[in-house]
């Protein structure tokens, strides 16, 4: 049963202190232990970027894997359980660590919010061509710079640097040359959770989840629901239904925070005929009520 590591967890099994500098971390892979040592195939719950400019290895996510013997820009996000595997001694390049409190609506804006950074599925991998690696270095060395700078407002110039590296991998033609190690379990998880992740974010209270059970998922993946549940429980360590309510607090917690809708259409575009059903729901997921949530956010600025 794969671990969900957390981002202090990280940074304490390769012997570093977790640096409480903020929502984002940018590191020189020459200088950290993770990328000269295995990894297991973990899911962790940061996002992260990495840039490999010198060293081989295997990479393996979700249910692929691929020997990376040229430099390369892989994305990673909560979902996918990933691991490591050096076959070089020396290992160089970049790789920055954040967390769900650094996306902002600008970093997931309408041209980079289906890149591979927020889905379960799709590409993650990209080997740029030299012009990219010379831009990417430079945009990760700016990163190095603005991260222990005392400029007010750096972690929007950090979004918009990795809102760089995300469009130069756009550029790129992802690789096809992977090859597939895992089990069906893992191939069925990887597949819920990219069809979970599809359904949102929800853009307007019109807008509904047609999937909402595990039941309706199974039907639409064309296996039973116990097959489903025993995949996501071996793989993930949680059912259909925590991933599910997961994500529907997730996205409740966002529509509120950002939107100026009511919450009987919050209520009602998450799948909740009544407000009352959303109400207990989201009690019970996190202890305190939508309304009162919301109020702790503040006012919605539109």
């Known amino acids: 049963m794969n671990k969900k590591e957390s981002i202090a967890e990280f940074h304490t099994r390769h012997g570093r202190e977790y640096p409480r500098t903020g929502q984002f971390n940018v590191y020189n892979r020459g200088e950290f232990s993770c990328d000269s040592t ?27 894997a691929i020997k990376i013997d040229k430099p390369s820009i892989t994305f990673f996000n909560p979902l996918i359980p990933y691991s490591w595997e050096p076959t070089s001694k020396d290992q160089a390049g ?8 650094f996306i902002s609506q600008n970093l997931k804006s309408e041209s980079l919010s289906q890149f591979s950074l927020f889905k379960a599925g799709g590409d993650h991998l990209f080997f740029p061509g030299k012009e990219s690696v010379e831009l990417l270095k430079g945009v990760f060395e700016n990163m190095f710079l603005e991260i222990r700078s005392g400029y007010a407002h750096k972690y929007e110039l950090l979004r918009s640097y990795v809102q760089i590296v995300m469009h130069e991998a756009m550029k790129i033609q992802p690789p096809n040359t992977f090859y597939q190690p895992f089990n069906a379990s893992e191939r069925i998880s990887t597949l819920f959770l990219e ?14 989840l047609k999937l909402k059970t595990a039941n309706e998922f199974a039907l639409q993946l064309n296996i039973h629901t116990n097959t489903l549940n025993r995949a996501l429980k071996e793989s993930t360590g949680k059912t259909t239904t925590e991933w599910i309510a997961g994500r529907i607090v997730n996205e409740a917690k966002a529509l509120l ?19 009352s059903n959303f109400i207990i729901f989201f ?7 939508p309304l009162q ?3 702790e956010f503040g006012p919605v600025s539109i």
């Open 94 to 101: 970049y790789f920055c660590l954040f967390t769900e409190d």
């Open 38 to 64: 295995s990894l297991p195939p973990n899911r962790r719950d940061f996002y992260k970027i990495s840039m490999i400019t010198e060293g081989t290895g295997i990479l393996s996510y979700a249910d692929k």
């Open 195 to 208: 069809l979970l992740e599809l359904q949102f974010p929800i853009d307007a209270p019109s807008q509904t």
């Open 293 to 295: 949530l919301r109020k």
């Open 257 to 275: 925070q950002f939107s100026n809708w009511d919450i009987s259409e919050i209520a009602y575009s998450l799948g909740f005929e009544h407000p």
């Open 283 to 289: 009690r019970k997921q996190t202890g305190t009520t």
